[in-house]
Antibody
């Protein structure tokens, strides 16, 4: 069974940092692009960042460019999102998702982890 | 990286059909046949309903169908059922990144 489990969310002050993790099981992690998607409270989904199977390519949305870094450790079956210089508008539930089937299609999602940026 | 445009709400009675539109640009929806649709119930993770414009993942009822014309994609739900009441999001590949629509709340009257 494919499983994705996010962790690392919590309350952080503006300007602070947080590292999210996504532990996966039930599939060969190193064969898939992976993506982070977020959803602010009561709002829609927002694509955040993705990473190639071997970690050699990463892309992110303009609003987090230079502040967020996506990475992965295929040996640990884990995906990460390092978030620095956090702002109130980064408050959201963050989901990790497997890119499959096809481009920008996500058939497997975690349960999400809530990040709250507030003083 | 502008969000795709969806109507904020749609509705229909049980048994009826409803279509939700998703308008992008020539850089995303219009350029690639990689449009997906997601269903999200409150407090739950999104569920993939359609990918590559019109393909259904295993287990998704054939009441759900997708199409695309130019820069606009559409999701049609036929034979509406009460459990179809949810938020629906479209997404598109945009050349390296992805982009989602703002979401449509589907109400089954």
């Amino acid at each position: 069974e494919v499983q994705l489990v996010e962790s690392g969310g919590g309350l952080v002050q503006p300007g602070g940092s947080l590292r999210l993790s996504c532990a996966v099981s039930g599939f060969t992690f190193s064969r898939y692009w992976m993506t982070w998607v977020r959803q602010a409270p009561g709002k829609g989904l927002e694509w955040v960042a993705n990473i190639k199977e071997d970690g050699s390519k990463t892309y992110c949305v303009d609003s987090v460019e230079g502040r967020f870094t996506i990475s992965r450790d295929n040996a640990k079956n884990s995906l990460y999102l390092q978030m620095n210089s956090l702002r109130a508008e980064d408050t959201a539930v963050y989901y990790c998702a497997r890119d499959d089937p096809g481009y920008a299609a996500y058939n497997s999602w975690g349960q999400g982890t809530l990040v709250t940026v507030s003083s | 990286q502008s969000a795709l445009t969806q109507p904020p709400s749609a509705s229909g009675s049980p048994g009826q059909s409803v279509t939700i539109s998703c308008t992008g640009t020539s850089s995303d929806v219009g350029r690639y046949n990689y449009v997906s649709w997601y269903q999200q119930h409150p407090g739950k993770a999104p569920k993939l309903m359609i990918y590559e414009v019109s393909k259904r993942p295993s287990g998704v009822p054939d009441r759900f169908s997708g199409s695309k014309s130019g820069n606009t994609a559409s999701l049609t739900v036929s034979g509406l059922q009460t459990e179809d009441e949810a938020d629906y999001y479209c997404s598109s590949y945009a050349g390296r990144t992805g982009v989602f629509g703002g979401g449509t709340k589907l109400t089954v009257l």
